[in-house]
């Protein structure tokens, strides 16, 4: 699923997966920088989402549903220039329509760069 997406693009990696909670990994380099040297908020948002998006998925009756970003807003509370961001992304709510996540993305040093929220859609699939 990953393969030729903005996932793979980014170096975004999945290293933590389970029902609730999903742990990621992202290189802050020159895919993922702004023209100034720093993280790019854009993709700290990408990352965010990308971690509410597999959490959500694995919640759902993947026979009948699929998902979808419906929300998202981010806080960019630390500059990085360098090296690799973690996001820990947590259900808050999963309802039957959508799921509301929480996104902490620390540093090295356990330092909080970004926080935000996704709400997701919980999407019926047609047959």
């Known amino acids: 699923m990953i ?25 802050v380099d020159h895919r993922t920088k702004q023209p100034f040297g720093l993280l790019h ?21 993947k026979e009948t549903e699929g998902v979808a970003g419906l ?10 220039t360098e090296g ?16 509301v996540w929480d996104i902490k993305i620390t540093d090295e040093q356990d330092k909080l760069i970004c926080v935000s929220r996704c709400t997701i859609a919980v999407i019926k699939l047609r047959k």
């Open 84 to 99: 690799i961001v973690t996001a820990v992304g947590t259900v808050l709510h999963q309802g039957k329509s959508t799921m």
């Open 41 to 61: 908020g854009g993709a700290s948002v990408a990352l965010a989402e990308t971690v509410a998006s597999i959490g959500a998925y694995e919640l759902v009756d």
């Open 3 to 27: 393969k030729d997406t903005l996932v793979e693009a980014l170096g975004i990696e999945i290293t933590h997966l389970e029902a609730g909670k999903v742990i990621a990994t992202m290189p």
């Open 71 to 80: 929300e998202i807003n981010a806080n960019h509370v630390r500059p990085k």
